[in-house]
């Protein structure tokens, strides 16, 4: 097959990697080309330039992924990056009369709300509370409405090579834990990756939606405590933390494991054991 990749990051770079690894022909579109692997076919395109700017599609590429990340997180990034590119690439493909057999959008599980504690399916419906939540819900609603055969995928709390945040905190002492549980959800960037090609290549036709989460949803206290165990630090004081953008929600993953997806991290403890062992490399 002939993939388009638009916004080949880290995550965009990985999934590429593991397209090309199967046998598949990949395209990958992003400002700084000269960063991706010399397996892509490379272009240069800045998805916030006008359509008319765009290069023209191979009429026969089979499968559109959109894994654009903002350079910011503020308001007019996230319009700029999501919404606007998506009508963008919705009149590009229109103009080189390119009908993929598939297209998936990275979205996120932020366009849910808080719900204090309890689970979350692809049933429920959303309620952004942030203005960049707010766009990725307009913009789903977008692709949905103007693409076909589209599939989006909200992932939740991506971690993996080079992604320390947490990591981070309990080595330098910031961590706080939380005084009440509050429930967080994640994805190692490798299962996130090889989600995104096995809903592309499935034989079956995929349903609309799926969350892109491991097994097990977790206190993030347990999460902070694990990790200090194993970095020999001593456990974080209980205090006041920043607001989760994951909010206080249990997500399940049953529909993306109906596919016959499997996980290489089906929980955060094999993720991080991976993590702190130098395992990966988070692509530029």
Same mark, same amino acid.
């Given at each position: 097959?002939?993939?388009?990749?638009?916004?080949?990051?880290?995550?965009?770079?990985?999934?590429?990697?593991? #397209?090309?690894?199967?046998?598949?022909?990949?395209?990958?579109?992003?400002? *700084?080309?000269?960063?991706?692997?010399?397996?892509?076919?490379?272009?240069?395109?800045?998805?916030?330039?006008?359509?008319?700017?765009?290069?023209?599609?191979?009429?026969?590429?089979?499968?559109?992924?959109?894994?654009?990340?903002?350079? %910011?997180?503020?308001?007019?990034?996230?319009?700029?990056?999501?919404?606007?590119?998506?009508?963008?690439?919705?009149?590009?493909? $229109?103009?080189?009369?390119?009908?993929?057999?598939?297209?998936?959008?990275?979205?996120?599980?932020?366009?849910?709300?808080?719900? !204090?504690?309890?689970?979350?399916?692809?049933?429920?419906?959303?309620?952004?509370?942030?203005?960049?939540?707010?766009?990725?819900?307009?913009?789903?609603?977008?692709?949905?409405?103007?693409?076909?055969?589209?599939?989006?995928?909200?992932?939740?709390?991506?971690? !993996?090579?080079?992604?320390?945040?947490?990591?981070?905190?309990?080595?330098?002492?910031?961590?706080? *834990?939380? %005084?009440?549980?509050?429930?967080?959800?994640?994805?190692?960037?490798?299962?996130?990756?090889?989600?995104?090609?096995?809903?592309?290549?499935?034989?079956?036709?995929?349903?609309?939606?799926?969350?892109?989460?491991?097994?097990?949803?977790?206190?993030?206290?347990?999460?902070?405590? #694990?990790?200090?165990?194993?970095?020999? $630090?001593?456990?974080?004081?209980?205090?006041?933390?920043?607001?989760?953008?994951?909010?206080?929600?249990?997500?399940?993953?049953?529909?993306?494991?109906?596919? !016959?997806?499997?996980?290489?991290?089906?929980?955060?403890?094999?993720?991080?054991?991976?993590?702190?062992?130098?395992?990966?490399?988070?692509?530029?």
């Amino acid at each position: 097959m002939k993939i388009l990749i638009l916004g080949a990051g880290d995550l965009g770079t990985e999934a590429g990697l593991r #397209f090309v690894a199967a046998g598949h022909q990949v395209t990958a579109w992003r400002r *700084r080309t000269e960063l991706l692997p010399a397996t892509f076919a490379a272009q240069r395109v800045d998805l916030g330039d006008p359509a008319a700017d765009w290069p023209r599609i191979d009429a026969e590429t089979d499968t559109v992924v959109f894994t654009p990340a903002a350079p %910011e997180r503020s308001e007019s990034a996230y319009r700029r990056t999501y919404l606007q590119a998506v009508r963008r690439l919705a009149q590009t493909l $229109v103009r080189d009369g390119v009908a993929p057999r598939r297209f998936l959008l990275v979205s996120s599980t932020a366009v849910y709300g808080d719900a !204090g504690g309890g689970w979350i399916s692809e049933g429920d419906p959303v309620s952004p509370q942030t203005p960049t939540a707010k766009i990725l819900a307009e913009t789903e609603t977008l692709v949905r409405e103007t693409l076909n055969h589209a599939v989006v995928l909200r992932l939740s709390g991506i971690y !993996g090579p080079g992604r320390n945040h947490l990591v981070n905190q309990l080595k330098n002492g910031t961590a706080r *834990r939380p %005084e009440r549980t509050t429930w967080t959800n994640r994805i190692h960037r490798d299962d996130a990756a090889a989600a995104i090609v096995h809903l592309c290549t499935m034989d079956a036709a995929p349903e609309p939606l799926y969350l892109g989460v491991d097994h097990e949803p977790a206190d993030l206290a347990e999460v902070q405590g #694990f990790l200090a165990e194993q970095l020999g $630090v001593a456990a974080p004081m209980p205090g006041e933390t920043a607001v989760s953008r994951g909010g206080d929600r249990r997500l399940s993953n049953a529909r993306l494991l109906s596919t !016959g997806f499997t996980f290489t991290f089906p929980s955060y403890r094999e993720g991080y054991a991976s993590v702190l062992a130098g395992d990966g490399v988070r692509h530029p």
